[in-house]
């Protein structure tokens, strides 16, 4: 399976990154990130649903509803979870030690955290860091801040657009990391996004949602929802192109911001922990979307089909059960049609008559492939895009902490 190396990432005006290697986990590894947003630059940001969200989550919530944010402060290596009162306190004064540098309010600031559950905030190392990562501060940034978020990634993710609105170049560009712990109930482990057109901040939170919804909340790696989630889309006003809401432009502009956001999830899914598949699970002819994704992450999130992509076994019963078992009501399994790629696997409720062995295994045997499942109960149609479960899940996450 190809993983994509980081492509050009085009610099969006009026958002600044900056990155250094403040030794919060490895020494010498890039780990914390700064990103300075221009005046007047509008937010929104989606966060996990996970009850046991980490310090950063709630400190930047917090935040937001205060008033718009001028800086972001990512790191790595510890996650600030799971530590309760404690967490909070270090994360605002974080916060606090990163807002003397820009001279604003600490308010302004909004925390992100990835990396170790449990362990506390090495506090003294991020302040430590933060002077130079933000004379590091450019709008050329971007393939820095990409590799100093990652925790077990292998590889940095990015995406980048350039679009004409109104006879005015347009650009979006975003940075996502995750490898492990996906199965996002709102965005995917971190994400962060810029473009330079001016937008009104409801109009910022409703394409990031729409965008958010098609991409990061279609993708599954283990089933798991970090506590860390978070993805965030800024929109900083330095091109004079104001994007009106319900306009020609603003469907063309989140058009870019979901495109961005797909590359991104699905670079996500490729460098899965362990992962050598990457898989597209399209459920057809639902009665609405919500039991097409209901069929899609049954199957997506099973164990044994999981096991069975990383086999190249063309198991097809493994398939078969996850969608009898996904909970839909009334569903009449002579209507319902599996596909592995172009093969017809499943039909009246068995095997496909045309089916053999081998056209099942010269299908799985490709990196990439799509299931396909059809109810025969509606229009409704979705996909999730998911990977195998491989040896080197196991290994990378038994080993995590090692």
Known sequence: MEKAPLP????????????????????????????????????????????????????????????????????????????????????????????????????????????????????????????????????????????????TDTVAKGASRQIDLDGQQVTVTGIAKGAGMIRPDMATMLAFIGTDAALAPEAVQDCLASAVEQSFNRISVDGDTSTNDACVLVATGATPVEVAQGSAAYAALCEAVSAVCVELAQAIVRDGEGATRFVTVSVEQGADSAECLQVAYTIAHSPLVKTALFAGDPNWGRILAAVGRAGIDALDINGVEIYLDEVCIVRAGGRAPEYTEADGQRVMDRTEYEVRVVLGRGKAAEQVWTCDLSYDYVKINAEYRT
């Open 8 to 151: 050009e990432l085009h610099p969006v005006a009026g958002f600044r990154l900056g990155t250094t290697a403040a030794g919060i986990s490895k020494a010498g590894r890039p780990d914390l990130v700064v990103m300075a947003l221009a005046p007047g630059a509008c937010c929104a940001a989606v966060f996990t649903r996970n009850a046991f969200c980490a310090a950063p989550v709630t400190v930047a919530r917090e935040h937001l509803q205060q008033g718009a944010p001028a800086l972001l402060l990512v790191n790595t290596g510890n996650a600030n979870a799971g530590t309760g009162a404690t967490g909070i306190n270090d994360a605002r004064q974080c916060c606090a030690a990163l807002a003397e540098h820009a001279d604003c309010d600490a308010a302004a600031v909004l925390p992100f955290s990835t990396g170790v559950i449990g362990e506390p905030l090495p506090v003294g190392k991020i302040i430590a860091g933060l002077p130079a990562a933000y004379a590091n501060l450019s709008e050329r940034g971007w393939a820095e801040a990409a590799g100093g978020i990652l925790t």
